[in-house]
């Protein structure tokens, strides 16, 4: 992990995310709280549980707010419609860019200790490792959503790294 690498994967988040809401867009409200059998049960769950997370650890890395909700069961409703989760979207895929820019590596090198909810206890780990986590936690559930959004009929975009376009 390096804070160049951070820039390229905050990139690829938004436009990423960008894609998905473009997808999400296509279908209804119903379509989009439909249970599907996923962890998170619907494409809005699975969404609403992945900015709950970069929230959550965006609070950590960077002292910005806290998600709205409490707990991993209740991050599905983390924003309570489909425009105010595009909004919170954006805004947050903001903020995750303008951390990566002023990202060094030398904090990347330091532990961050925090309490985990998930584990019930303090934790500690380097930064990088975290970092890396942060990107990987989103991708897993991005691909979750759009593995839902497509079987749902929408057509997200593709989500290679290289056909990303240019900043």
């Known amino acids: 992990m390096s804070p160049d690498h951070a820039r390229l994967m905050a990139r690829y988040n938004r436009w990423q995310n960008e894609s998905l809401a473009a997808a999400g867009d296509t279908l209804d409200e119903a379509a989009r709280q439909m249970a599907r059998g996923a962890f998170f049960g619907s ?36 924003a309570p419609d489909w425009a105010a989760w595009k ?6 895929d903001l903020a995750i860019e303008a951390w990566a820019e002023a990202l060094t590596m030398e904090a990347l090198t330091r532990d961050l200790t925090w309490f985990s909810g998930a584990a019930g206890r303090e934790m500690s780990f380097p930064l ?36 990303m376009p240019a900043a």
């Open 87 to 92: 909004a919170d979207r954006i805004a947050t």
């Open 128 to 163: 990088a490792t975290l970092v890396t986590h942060f990107f990987n936690h989103q991708t897993h559930h991005r691909g979750q959503a759009h593995a839902m959004l497509t079987a749902a009929g929408a057509k997200p975009g593709p989500t290679d790294l290289f056909l």
């Open 43 to 78: 494409i809005a769950g699975t969404l609403n549980h992945l900015l709950w997370g970069d929230r959550l650890w965006m609070s950590r890395f960077a002292g910005t707010p806290k998600p709205n909700t409490g707990s991993i069961p209740e991050s599905v409703g983390e």
